[in-house]
């Protein structure tokens, strides 16, 4: 890795063209690169705005150690603004959520629950809910199988796919009419 | 204009810099000094929602100095196209246009059509509006033209009467702006476009969020077009977008008035009671958009698979119709009055980030239930316990899921960029414990209705039991630990396109058809995904020969980078200069070439004439660029398409200090205010709220804080909110820099720390000196950071096209201490 030689090779270029040799802590000769001991650099996109800037995601072990600029992309050449130089802790971060968080109507705690039984309940209120509303004419008479008891409202950090399952799913398959997203905002 | 690019979109504002350092001038208008007007050449003051004022009294120069480009400007737009005799400008008419009823607050727009022989068989369809459809819809008559310009009801002369006023002076009355530094704009941008050189206009949410926020792009477009900045390299008008697929989430979309693909939703008020009608109202018989039976049908296909047959229209009814505005606001007002049930928060904060965000969270006691989906806990999913009205969670019935997300790095996916580049992030790592990716919650939750109905005869639940959903991967990756994870590209090859009965993807969108025989998702990105392991939205190839980079990702449509790049070979198919050479017609070879695809049939000749008759891009001639449009032509004059005018004309915000100086007319006549005792609009003037307050962004933080306020390295740059005001109001209201104050609308109040800077410069009006508060909107009541929060003084409502919240400009009154 390019940066890694670099990084390397830093005190004895100094010493070969003949510097005066400058005090150097211990801890900055032992430092090194953080993306040193990856196992491999896998290609992503920024998460934040919408300029592209692609990112390599640097995996060791099955964890990432490090996100940085892709110097390969026509877009960024490897540079990323605070925000994107700031993914890393998007990702790995202690204040992340990582179990199903619930609320039963009127408690005053959250409580932890099993990921397959929230699923299960969140089908069973979107049943209950659309068959409830459900609006098959208009009291004209007109068809138009809808219901506005539903909403949903997305954000602009989801991939098109997941954008394209939302639609067809609440709009073509449940009959929600507000699907919404950030877009409109 | 209408952006703070170098605050907002740093890395892509180091192409404009390096544009600088070889000669570019780049010019900044806006309300604030900020990091952008600190690099720029020529920074531009303007109050809060005068932008049309402005670019108007850019327009009347270039018309008045006789500066727009001639041999574009006729061949390429409709300026020599005549209107009708009906037609009455706001002019002449105290600001309104022909055709306006006080009573719906809504315009009826037959009498902005051409005028000219009538064409046969084809309805006026001009009720579909929104994203993209503007300028889609056809011109009634096929237009009659006079190519000297001379015509009175020549489009070019009503452009040249409507901006009349729109003087130097009356723009430093109207903008704040002095006549100097305005005339100095004008002469950079006439200077600099023609067949060397050309402009681009960059915008951002400082243009949409206002109540005629497609109003002030359409301007940008009419000044480009006279000046011949549209379809050339250097040229256009750029969509500054703030979020990483926000482009995607438009294009596919989840938005409620659109089908994906800009399609219009089918709507029960227009009509749209059968498949025929739906596709004989919105289709237009000139253009492209001709084609739109082929991307609905198409479409019907990939939803519903083998059940959508031509004997039930392919599926059409179990679409449901809309009934009305189902908007985010429209529905936050519902949800308030307790008529929305459930709901789905993907990534989202309305808690926060959405306008009136006070009015919001009481929507939120109101439902029944709420899914929010999210990596951190937001204010959204808070509300119950941690909303600053200190309700009583014993008081909230609703009851509240939060469940953990995936982010781009822990899935595979596609985002598009603001340039309708889609570009794909591989999966690196699996998400942590229960967290999933957004699929994964859609294709699991579909799998579970899907059982949940199974056996159902019941009509309704027909369309969801026929969805085809068939998305598991046939082998999952040995590597990750989730093995029921959808398969990605398995749903990206369904918005690409097959063939129905070999299942083989299409190479592109000009193979769809009508009869039922293709299948295609979103038909704008057809062709990204062309064959089995071909994902184009993967390639990263740079080309050293061609800065266009056509191997990097894949731009829809059909990977143009340049939309309507016709536009930048003269008529006869040859550039308009060796400089701005990018796409032209090679005779000897027959078709168009050039370093991007040509947005224009590969092998229509330059003078082929148009067609009299049939129907679609054969009734323009080979030197009409503009494809999408139903008569080839940029234009700049709308005859349809627009709720609120065929001309971009200056409004007052709904909420502002000043008077109207052009027009008896004071605000749009067609922006939807909703009025509630829970949101009320300060009158004109009011001097209750005598300043003018704005929302911005700042770099270090991200819209309403989620994905930064959770951040140590973020939070510690950016730590606090503040309202940011000039010395000068300082100085009048008694304020120090770092002083508490409190900043009001009639619908809410917040505290905050003042930050007084120079950036924020009081402007003159009539001898007035306006005031403007500026107010970044990023914290909230979590994360590890916290603050008021800007959108609790938004007032809900709605630009008529396209239903944004009006935030951009805004009155408030300030006064120094706390809240208590």
């Known amino acids: 890795m390019a940066v890694e030689q670099a990084g390397g090779q830093g005190l004895g270029l100094i010493g070969r063209m003949g510097m005066a040799p400058q005090p150097i802590s211990r801890e900055s000769v032992e430092k090194k690169p953080r993306i040193r001991d990856a196992d491999r650099a896998v290609p992503s996109v920024c998460p934040y705005c919408a300029v592209g800037c692609s990112q390599l995601v640097y995996v060791k072990d099955r964890r990432i150690i490090d996100i940085e600029g892709n110097p390969e992309s026509p877009i960024n050449e490897g540079t990323l603004c605070p925000k994107g130089a700031a993914t890393y802790q998007y990702l790995v971060n202690p204040n992340r959520l990582t179990t199903v968080r619930y609320r039963a109507p009127h408690s005053d705690h959250w409580e932890d629950r099993p990921l397959e039984w929230a699923m299960d309940r969140i089908a069973a209120l979107i049943k209950e809910t659309r068959d409830a509303s459900f609006v098959e004419r208009t009291p004209e008479g007109k068809l138009v199988n809808q219901t506005t008891a539903i909403a949903t409202l997305g954000g602009a950090t989801m991939d098109i796919e997941e954008n394209y399952l939302i639609k067809k799913l609440f709009g073509a398959g449940l009959g929600v009419v507000s699907i919404e997203n950030q877009a409109r905002i | ?820």
């Not at chain 2, 693909?261 to 008020?269: D, I, T, V």
């Not at chain 2, 769809?512 to 062709?527: P, R």
């Open chain 2, 1 to 820: 204009m209408g952006s703070n690019m170098a605050e907002n979109h740093p890395v892509g504002f180091r192409w404009p810099m390096q544009a600088k350092e070889r000669g570019a001038t780049i010019i900044h208008v806006d309300p604030r000094f900020s990091r952008t007007s600190a690099v720029a050449d020529l920074y531009v003051p303007i109050r809060p929602g005068s932008d049309i004022a402005f670019l108007g009294g850019l327009i009347n120069y270039v018309l008045n100095h006789d500066k727009w480009f001639k041999e574009y400007v006729i061949a390429y737009t409709n300026a020599s196209s005549i209107v009708g005799d009906d037609y009455v400008d706001a002019e002449d008419n105290g600001g309104l246009f022909s055709g306006y009823d006080p009573k719906s607050g809504s315009y009826d727009n037959a009498s902005w059509a051409y005028s000219g022989p009538p064409q046969e068989a084809k309805e006026d369809a001009s009720a579909h509006t929104g994203h993209g459809m503007e300028g889609t819809s056809p011109a009634k008559h096929r237009p009659a033209r006079d190519e000297t310009l001379q015509h009175p009801r020549s489009v070019f002369q009503i452009l040249k009467h409507h901006y009349a006023r729109y003087t130097p002076e009356m723009v430093e009355r109207v903008c704040g702006t002095p006549q100097s530094l305005f005339l100095q704009v004008a002469e950079v941008l006439t200077r600099n476009s023609g067949r060397e050189r050309t402009s681009a206009i960059c915008y951002a949410v400082g243009w949409t969020q206002q109540s005629y926020g497609a109003q002030i792009i359409r301007a940008a477009g009419i000044l480009q077009l006279l000046l011949g900045n549209i379809g050339r390299p250097g040229g256009g008008i750029m969509a500054l977008r703030g979020h990483a697929s926000i482009q995607g989430s438009t294009d596919v979309p989840t938005l409620f008035d659109l089908l994906p693909g800009y399609l219009p939703h089918p709507a029960a008020f227009k009509g749209d009671d059968t498949l025929e009608r739906y596709m004989r109202e919105s289709a237009v018989r000139g253009g492209y958009w001709s084609n739109l039976p082929k991307f609905m049908v198409s479409l019907l296909k990939a939803w519903y698979g083998d059940a959508a047959t031509a004997e039930n229209e392919f599926g059409y009814q179990w679409i449901p119709k809309l009934t009305g505005d189902h908007s985010h606001i429209s529905t936050s007002a519902a949800m308030a009055d307790g008529k929305v049930k459930g709901f789905v928060v993907f990534g989202q904060n309305p808690a926060n980030g959405s306008a009136h965000a006070g009015l919001q969270r009481r929507a939120l006691t109101q439902l029944d239930w709420m899914v929010a989906i999210d990596l951190y806990e937001t204010e959204t999913a808070a509300f119950w316990y941690a909303a600053p009205e200190g309700w009583k969670p014993a008081d909230i019935k609703t009851e509240v899921f939060l469940l953990p997300s995936a982010g781009p790095p822990e899935k595979d996916g596609t985002f598009t960029n603001t340039q309708r580049l889609l570009q794909f992030h591989d999966k690196a790592v699996d998400p942590p414990e229960d967290a999933r990716s957004d699929l994964w919650f859609l294709y699991h939750l579909g799998r579970r209705l899907k059982e949940l109905y199974s056996g159902s005869t019941n009509p309704r639940d027909q369309g969801l039991l026929n969805l085809t959903w068939d998305y598991l991967p046939g082998r999952p990756n040995p590597e990750w630990r989730i093995k029921d994870e959808p398969s990605d590209e398995k749903v990206l090859m369904e918005i690409n396109g097959y063939t129905v009965a070999d299942g083989k993807q299409l190479p592109d969108f000009e193979r769809l058809k009508a009869d039922g025989s293709t299948a295609c998702g979103v038909w704008i990105y057809s062709g990204v995904f062309p064959g089995p392991e071909k994902n184009m939205a993967r390639r990263r190839t740079r080309s050293p020969d061609n800065d266009v980079n056509p191997e990097w990702g894949f731009a829809w449509p059909g990977n143009r980078r340049i939309l309507y790049n016709r536009a930048s070979a003269d008529p006869a198919g040859q550039p308009w200069s060796e400089r701005k050479k990018y796409v032209w017609w090679d005779a000897a070879a027959g078709k168009w070439t050039g370093r991007d695809v040509p947005d224009f049939p590969a092998k229509k000749a330059p003078g082929t004439p148009a067609k009299e008759r049939g129907s679609g891009i054969d009734l323009h001639s080979g030197s009409d660029p503009f494809t999408l449009k139903a008569d080839g032509r940029g234009w700049l004059f709308a005859p349809s398409g627009l709720k609120d005018g065929p001309l971009p004309t200056h409004y007052e915000p709904l909420e502002s200090p000043l008077s109207n100086a052009l027009y008896e007319r004071q605000d749009s006549p067609v922006a939807k205010r909703f009025p509630r005792k829970d949101n009320a609009i300060s009158p004109p003037g009011d001097p209750g709220y005598p300043y003018i307050v704005t929302t911005y962004r700042v770099t270090e933080q991200y819209t309403s804080g989620v994905m930064s306020r959770w951040n140590s390295w973020l939070s510690e740059l950016m730590p606090e909110m503040f309202a940011e005001i000039s010395p000068e109001l300082a100085r009048e209201k008694g304020i120090a820099n770092l002083d508490w104050i409190t900043v009001s609308t009639p619908r809410n109040q917040i505290e905050c720390k003042a930050l007084v800077t120079q950036r924020m410069r009081p402007l003159r009006h009539d001898g007035r000196l306006i005031h403007t508060v500026g107010l970044p909107y990023h914290w909230g009541y979590k994360g590890l950071v916290k603050g008021a929060m800007a959108n609790d003084l938004v007032a809900l409502s709605e630009e008529p096209n396209v239903y944004i919240q009006e935030d951009k400009a805004m009155t408030c009154s300030l006064r120094k201490g706390r809240l208590r």
